[in-house]
């Protein structure tokens, strides 16, 4: 009888570890702090957005996937305007100003932009190619780092950006893995 005890808390035992091996844990990690100038030249500073929903997306003029996504950014900017959410795209075309206030100009984009010549920001947040997204939360935690082109104008991805600013929950569209077309760094 007492084996039978035995084995049976084993089983249990390791059950229940296998259950709590395979629960999955998002590890959520405070935002890093930049200071980048917008196209005005004002500086913009990623702490003074902090109680505000921010999707930084990082990006290149020259990138085909960058240059896909951003009609899609300005749909989802424009639907999100008048809530708690920012929109943050941070261009890292080494000429600055010249080139991207010309493609912004061109393409009717609205949202914010700030320049980031020397990269600063895709060293900070381990940036591997162009574009890849990152979603903070109100409190300045990344929730979410999405790796190349995204259509923003899918409706699960507002839902899940509704959600956060609404109630607090992150709870991604993709289920965290999916990956669009990205173009390598240079």
């Given at each position: 009888?007492?084996?039978?005890?035995?084995?049976g808390v084993?089983?249990?035992?390791?059950?229940?570890?296998?259950?709590?091996?395979?629960?999955?844990?998002?590890?959520?990690?405070?935002?890093?702090?930049?200071?980048?100038?917008?196209?005005?030249?004002?500086?913009?500073?990623?702490?003074?957005?902090?109680?505000?929903?921010?999707?930084?997306n990082i990006?290149?003029?020259?990138?085909?996937?960058?240059?896909?996504?951003?009609?899609?950014?300005?749909?989802?900017?424009?639907?999100?305007?008048?809530?708690?959410?920012?929109?943050?795209?941070?261009?890292?075309?080494?000429?600055?100003?010249?080139?991207?206030?010309?493609?912004?100009?061109?393409?009717?984009?609205?949202?914010?932009?700030v320049l980031?010549?020397?990269?600063?920001?895709?060293?900070?947040?381990?940036?591997?190619?162009?574009?890849?997204?990152?979603?903070?939360?109100?409190?300045?935690?990344?929730?979410?780092?999405?790796?190349?082109?995204?259509?923003?104008?899918?409706?699960?991805?507002?839902?899940?950006?509704?959600?956060?600013?609404?109630?607090?929950?992150?709870?991604?569209?993709?289920?965290?893995?999916?990956?669009?077309?990205?173009?390598?760094?240079?």
């Amino acid at each position: 009888m007492r084996k039978w005890i035995i084995l049976g808390v084993a089983v249990l035992s390791f059950g229940l570890l296998l259950t709590v091996r395979r629960t999955p844990s998002l590890t959520v990690q405070s935002a890093p702090e930049f200071i980048l100038p917008d196209i005005q030249g004002q500086a913009i500073r990623l702490s003074q957005l902090k109680g505000k929903v921010v999707m930084l997306n990082i990006w290149t003029t020259w990138c085909p996937p960058c240059r896909k996504e951003m009609p899609t950014m300005e749909t989802l900017h424009r639907r999100l305007q008048n809530s708690d959410f920012v929109m943050l795209a941070a261009s890292q075309d080494v000429d600055g100003k010249s080139t991207v206030l010309p493609y912004l100009q061109e393409g009717g984009f609205t949202f914010p932009v700030v320049l980031d010549v020397n990269g600063e920001v895709g060293k900070k947040y381990g940036v591997t190619g162009y574009p890849e997204t990152f979603i903070i939360d109100r409190q300045g935690k990344v929730v979410h780092h999405h790796i190349g082109y995204n259509d923003w104008t899918l409706p699960a991805v507002e839902s899940s950006l509704r959600r956060l600013l609404d109630q607090g929950v992150w709870e991604p569209w993709d289920g965290g893995g999916n990956r669009g077309e990205q173009t390598p760094l240079k």
